[in-house]
């Protein structure tokens, strides 16, 4: 059961990600969210119902709740509390510490990790799109950085570990 929500969360991840690039490539940048939303909707969607059936994945299934719920804690924060870039590092630190403690399934999985974690980011900035972060200097900047530098350092991490585990078992062969 845990494995079909980890690849159903994996997929999911990778369908919003998909739906933001086809939004990006083909609606102008004025498009209302309520035209956009089912979009993203329908990503998230048709990305887990494959997951669920087709998908083995492990470690994108995790991209994607890091890249959510630290998204999420950004935003709490910087509503509630005074900003500062030092959550924003601390929290690229959480992305290295879980996606340390995490194990690939394939060289599929280590691919939709990164595609995984943005759509976490994503749909957490759904869920705040109507709040005044802007209004908080250095807020957008902080979470933009939390999404992106964290989609780079889950990729290398995850990438870097499985590379790790597959030549310590090739070296146990020989």
Do not use: C, H, Q
């Amino acid at each position: 059961m845990k494995e079909k929500i980890l690849s159903s969360l994996g997929y999911g991840g990778l369908g919003v990600t998909l739906s933001f690039l086809l939004i990006v490539l083909f609606y102008p940048p004025y498009t209302a969210m309520d035209t956009l939303i089912p979009i993203y909707i329908a990503g998230l969607f048709l990305g887990g119902s494959f997951g669920v059936l087709k998908g083995k994945v492990r470690a994108s299934g995790y991209a994607f709740l890091v890249g959510f719920f630290l998204t999420l804690i950004l935003y709490i924060l910087w509503l509630k509390v005074e900003f500062s870039m030092l959550y924003s590092f601390s929290l690229l630190v959480a992305v290295v510490f879980v996606m340390g403690l995490v194990s690939a399934e394939s060289t599929l999985d280590v691919s939709i990790v990164p595609f995984a974690y943005f759509g976490g980011f994503i749909l957490a900035n759904l869920l705040f799109m109507n709040s005044k972060i802007s209004e908080i200097e250095g807020s957008a900047i902080s979470i933009v950085l939390v999404g992106v530098a964290g989609t780079v350092i889950a990729t290398v991490v995850i990438f870097l570990k499985s590379f790790l585990e597959n030549t310590a078992r090739m070296s146990k062969k020989i």
